[in-house]
């Protein structure tokens, strides 16, 4: 019965956003139009970015992968959560939970960096205008990326390979709506000593190094900045950070609250709603803020339309 490992679990129950029989069916609508949402705004963007050549920059490169992660990050949760709304019984294989759990390390490590490199774009951008197009070169662009998806391929397998040496006996339950990180370690019948000291290392790699980067950009371009002179300059300067630097807290607020705050039965629920905004609302939001907020994104979402319709 086993599936590997020692584990004597072949399944998990996950207990849901909520327990409360009468916001099942609201909460489904409303996480399917988040969905559907996020889907057409991430799709509508990639699409944009690639078929538009005055989009093939540095900047919308990076908001293009971004995009691109949004995507496949949010595809990982909400059709398993969706179809949980809807079940008497939530139940997720071990096999599943696993390979739910792996991903959501890859995609959300990704993330992190994805927003790192935005943030240095934006800081050579506006700090070393006349460098820009000898630093922010496609070859330092692709390296970044590609730093990027190994950094986060290399941390989704190291906690992903100390997962599955864990041995779960008879608590299945996991007190969340998705193979989430703590959830699952809490369910451990054997030492968690090695994930715990792997969160910790990991942790401060994949979080601090990233929010320090970012801080110290912004920091560096609010400086340069408040040294503009025309009201002009400065507008149009804090206009091509304002969306990038909301992602941002929307991002690394929500997950500092879920991971960086102590746990007990009482915080859970708040750290329920807290995951919610980094595994559904940022996805959804980033293309919103991105492309609202954006004059070249609706100049190509135009000519896209204007092609199409003729």
């Known amino acids: 019965m086993a599936p590997g490992?020692?584990?004597?679990?072949?399944?998990f129950i996950l207990k849901g956003l909520t327990d409360r029989p009468e916001l099942q069916l609201p909460l489904f609508f409303l996480f399917l139009l988040m969905y559907m949402?996020?889907?057409?705004?991430n799709l509508s963007l990639v699409t944009l970015i690639g078929l538009n050549s005055h989009l093939h920059t540095p900047m919308y490169f990076f908001l293009f992968n971004?995009?691109?992660v949004d995507l496949c990050y949010s595809s990982v949760f909400t059709p398993k959560m969706l179809m949980n709304f809807l079940s008497e019984k939530n139940i997720i294989s071990y096999m599943a939970c696993i390979v739910q759990f792996f991903f959501f390390m890859l995609l959300v490590i990704s993330e992190c960096y994805v927003l790192t490199s935005m943030a240095y774009d934006r800081y050579v951008a506006i700090c070393k205008p006349l460098l820009y197009n000898v630093i922010m070169s496609p070859k330092v662009c692709w390296s970044l990326m590609l730093g990027s998806y190994l950094m986060a391929f290399s941390?989704?397998?190291?906690?992903?390979?100390?997962?599955l040496r864990l041995t779960f006996c008879d608590a299945n339950t996991i007190n969340h709506y998705f193979c989430d990180l703590l959830p699952v370690l809490q369910l451990s019948c054997t030492s968690t000593y090695v994930n715990e000291l792997l969160v910790f290392i990991l942790g401060a790699v994949n979080f601090t190094v990233p929010s320090l980067t970012i801080f110290i950009?912004?920091?560096?371009?609010l400086s340069n900045i408040l040294q503009v002179s025309s009201a002009k300059g400065r507008s149009k300067a804090f206009s091509t950070c304002s969306s990038h630097i909301i992602a941002v807290c929307l991002f690394f607020g929500s997950g500092a609250?879920?991971?960086f705050q102590p746990?007990?039965?009482?915080?859970?629920a708040e750290k329920k709603i807290s995951s919610v905004f980094y595994t559904n609302v940022v996805p959804m939001m980033n293309p919103l803020v991105y492309?609202?907020?954006n004059q070249d994104v609706k100049l190509a979402l135009r000519k896209t339309l204007l092609r199409i319709k003729f």
Do not use: D, Q
């Open 5 to 11: 490992n020692g584990s004597v679990v072949t399944e």
């Open 37 to 41: 949402v996020t889907v057409l705004g």
């Open 66 to 68: 971004l995009s691109l």
């Open 155 to 163: 941390g989704a397998m190291a906690h992903t390979g100390c997962m």
């Open 217 to 221: 950009s912004y920091s560096s371009v």
């Open 257 to 259: 609250i879920m991971y």
């Open 263 to 268: 746990s007990s039965a009482e915080t859970m």
């Open 291 to 293: 492309s609202l907020r």
